[in-house]
């Protein structure tokens, strides 16, 4: 398989409606503050490449929809960037959700490595842009790839973090789907820290794929049923990181850790 070839996926149908539903009245009043805190971010400008920016407007983002972070944890207690040495983290998590990286960022924001066609997503697209967003092409040429291992490499030296999807795809559940190595290699190059993390969604008590954006799937449809859900929360757990000099150990120790500590709840988790 080409280098730059990725998993199917889940089809759009594994995605559920959410249950229990917010009334009409306060699904209006979320895409109004949401509808205020894009407005806010983009008025950020350039600005919103600053660590604490980005962080306050993806904590603002995810209160707009009324989704809670139900817990954060790792070994140290800590954050996802390991302090350590001036290099970089390589922060790896399962891929459910647009949702991830808003949540993700909230907890830290790290430099954030997504497909091309994010870019051209309204409103979003000029966001992530600013934010530092670094956009790959899927469809291009493999010979790409060491550039971009390279690029990576060099940001991770620089002492810069970067959150990458190596599943490549979304999936119902934090169960699916392969971890692609590429990305792997690039921490080796710079001798950076893995850390694996966990993204999870729950409502009611139980898991769920409300939050989940599959297949060909339009990110209206999504939105909608994200803003529509009562109690949902994500659940962000970063595992303790790991180092290796072997790209395809390192991928296969970050998803040991990553889908060992996720909640197979749909039909087409792999």
Known sequence: MSAWTVDSGCPASCATDPDPRVPLGELARRYATLTYALTRAVARGDRLAEPSVLQAEARGVLGALGVGIAGVGSAEGAPFSVRAGGVGTLVVANHISWLDVVALLAVEPVSVLAKREVGRW???GALARRAGTR???RDGSPRGLPGLVTELADSLRGGTSVLVFP???TWCSASGGR??????QAAVDAGAPVR????????????STSAAFLGEEDFTSSLRRVAGARGLRVRVTAH??????DRRVLADAARRAVLGGGVTVGKCAA
């Not at 303790?240 to 000099?245: D, H, S, Y």
């Open 167 to 169: 599943q490549a795809t």
């Open 179 to 184: 971890f692609r190595r590429a990305a792997f």
């Open 135 to 137: 956009f790959i092409d």
């Open 196 to 207: 694996p993390v966990t993204v999870e969604y729950r409502q009611g008590g139980g898991p």
């Open 240 to 245: 303790a990181p790991v180092r290796g000099a």
């Open 122 to 124: 309204p409103v979003v």
